[in-house]
C-alpha cells in the first residue's frame, strides 16, 4: 500500500510544459483548497510542508506535489481525509479560485512582503526573472529539437521489433496481475528538472515486487506502452507515469492491490539485479537482421538526441542558478513571523484545534 505519495504534477517535456493541476487540484474536489500567491522564496513551500506535516502527525495521509523545475520545493499538497489542499498558484502554472469562498481560498502572501526593500533590489529582480525565463524558453527549445531526434530513434526500432512477440509477453504479465476493476490513473514521479532527471520513490517503496524492463534502443517504452493496453483491457486498478523527454510513452506502472512496479532500466549488460524480483530483456524482442539495416541511421538520432538533451539540461540548470538568486532576494523582505501565525491559524482551523 501507498503509505506516503509523492508525485510532480507538472512536466517540463520535449512538447513544452505540461500540467495537470487542473485535474489534480480541481476546486470542485475539495471542501477547501487554498490558492497561494506570492513570490519566489517567500515561504509558500514551508507553508504547505508545515500543514502537511501537522496533519500526518494527526495520523492523516499526505499526498505530496513537488515543484518539476526545484524538486526541493512543493507546488501542492492534498489531504483526502479533511477534503483539503494547497497548491502554488502562481507561475508557470497560474491558478485563480474558480468558486472563491465556497470551495477555494486565496491566499495572498504580498502583505508580508518589505516593498521598500524590494524596489531597492528592482534591478535585481527584473534582470534575473528575465533571464529565468529566457533560460527556460531556450531549454525547452533545445528539449523539443532532442525530442524529435528520440521519436525518429523510437520509430527506427520499431520497424526492428517483433510486434507480436512483445504484444505476447505484455499479456501474459497483465495476465499474472490480480487486482479490484478501477482502470488506469496517471501519477507521475518524475520530472526534468534544474537538477537533471529526478525520479521519486513512491513507488519503489510501495512495491513489494519490482520489474525491470531493460531497454534496448527506446524498446522498452513499446513494451510499457503494450503493458499498459493490455491492464487496461483487463480493467485493472494502476497506476502509471510517463516518460518526461516523450510524454506519449509510459515509463512506469505501479499495481497497488498486487504490490508490483514494473520500470524502465537501462540495457540488460549495465542493470544491477539486487533490488529486482525480475528483468525483462528487450533485445529478445528486437530482430538483429533488422537492426543491422538500421544501426547507423539510430546512432545518428541517439547521438543528436543526446547531445541536445545535455544542452537543454545545461541551460535549465543556469536557470534554476538564477531562481536560486532571485530566492535569495526575496527571502531578505519577507515577514516570515507573520506568515508561520498565519499558517498556525490554517492548520489550527484544520485540524480543530
Same mark, same amino acid.
Given at each position: 500500500?501507498?503509505?506516503? @505519495? ?7 517535456? #520535449? ?34 510542508? %508545515? ?14 506535489? $513537488?515543484?518539476?523545475? *526545484? ?16 497548491? *502554488?498558484?502562481?507561475?508557470? /502554472?497560474?491558478?485563480?479560485?474558480? =468558486? ?9 502572501? $504580498?502583505?508580508?512582503?518589505? !516593498? ?25 527549445? $533545445? ?31 497483465? @495476465?499474472?496481475?490480480?487486482? !479490484? +476493476?478501477?482502470?488506469?490513473? /496517471? ?28 531497454? @534496448?534502443?527506446? #524498446? ?40 508490483? =512496479?514494473?520500470?524502465?532500466?537501462? %540495457?540488460? +549488460? ?6 529486482? +524480483? ?23 538520432? @541517439? ?21 536560486? %538568486?532571485?530566492?535569495?532576494? $526575496? ?23
Amino acid at each position: 500500500m501507498l503509505k506516503t @505519495e509523492k508525485y510532480f504534477a507538472a512536466m517540463n517535456t #520535449s512538447g513544452g510544459f505540461i500540467s495537470c493541476f487542473d485535474k489534480i487540484f480541481d476546486p470542485a474536489k475539495f471542501d477547501t483548497l487554498y490558492v497561494i500567491k506570492g513570490g519566489p522564496g517567500t515561504g509558500k513551500s514551508s507553508m504547505m510542508r %508545515r500543514t502537511a506535516e501537522a496533519a500526518e502527525k494527526k495520523g492523516h495521509k499526505v499526498c505530496y506535489y $513537488y515543484c518539476s523545475s *526545484d524538486p526541493g520545493s512543493l507546488d501542492g499538497i492534498v489531504i483526502p481525509s479533511l477534503s483539503f489542499g494547497m497548491l *502554488d498558484g502562481t507561475s508557470p /502554472h497560474l491558478t485563480d479560485p474558480k =468558486y472563491p469562498g465556497a470551495a477555494d481560498i486565496l491566499f495572498d502572501f $504580498y502583505p508580508f512582503f518589505d !516593498a521598500a526593500k524590494l524596489k531597492k533590489r528592482r534591478d535585481d529582480i527584473i534582470s534575473l526573472t528575465d533571464k529565468c525565463s529566457l533560460l527556460h524558453k531556450k531549454s525547452s527549445s $533545445y528539449r523539443g529539437y532532442a525530442g524529435a531526434a528520440a521519436r525518429e530513434a523510437l520509430n527506427i526500432v520499431s520497424s526492428c521489433v517483433d510486434g507480436e512477440k512483445m504484444t505476447a509477453a505484455a499479456r501474459r504479465e497483465a @495476465e499474472q496481475i490480480k487486482g !479490484a +476493476a478501477g482502470g488506469a490513473e /496517471h501519477r507521475q514521479i518524475s520530472a526534468f528538472s534544474a537538477k537533471g532527471k529526478i525520479t521519486l520513490d513512491t513507488f519503489e517503496k510501495a512495491a513489494e515486487k519490482t520489474v525491470g524492463v531493460c531497454d @534496448e534502443h527506446g #524498446s522498452a517504452y513499446l513494451f510499457m506502452n503494450k503493458l499498459k493496453e493490455e491492464l487496461k483491457k483487463k480493467n485493472v486498478s494502476f497506476f502509471y507515469s510517463l516518460d518526461t523527454l516523450l510524454p506519449e510513452n509510459c515509463e512506469a506502472v505501479f499495481l497497488p492491490d498486487a504490490c508490483v =512496479y514494473y520500470r524502465v532500466t537501462g %540495457r540488460m +549488460a549495465d542493470t544491477d539485479r539486487n533490488g529486482f +524480483a525480475k528483468l525483462i530483456n528487450m533485445k529478445r524482442f528486437v530482430r538483429a537482421d533488422k537492426l543491422k539495416d538500421v544501426r547507423k541511421r539510430l546512432r545518428i538520432c @541517439e547521438n543528436i538526441k543526446n547531445t541536445l538533451g545535455e544542452q537543454s539540461e545545461r541551460l535549465i540548470r543556469e536557470a534554476g542558478a538564477a531562481h536560486d %538568486r532571485l530566492e535569495a532576494i $526575496y527571502k531578505t523582505a519577507v515577514d516570515f513571523d507573520g506568515v508561520k501565525a498565519e499558517t498556525d491559524g490554517i492548520i489550527k482551523a484544520l485540524l480543530k484545534g
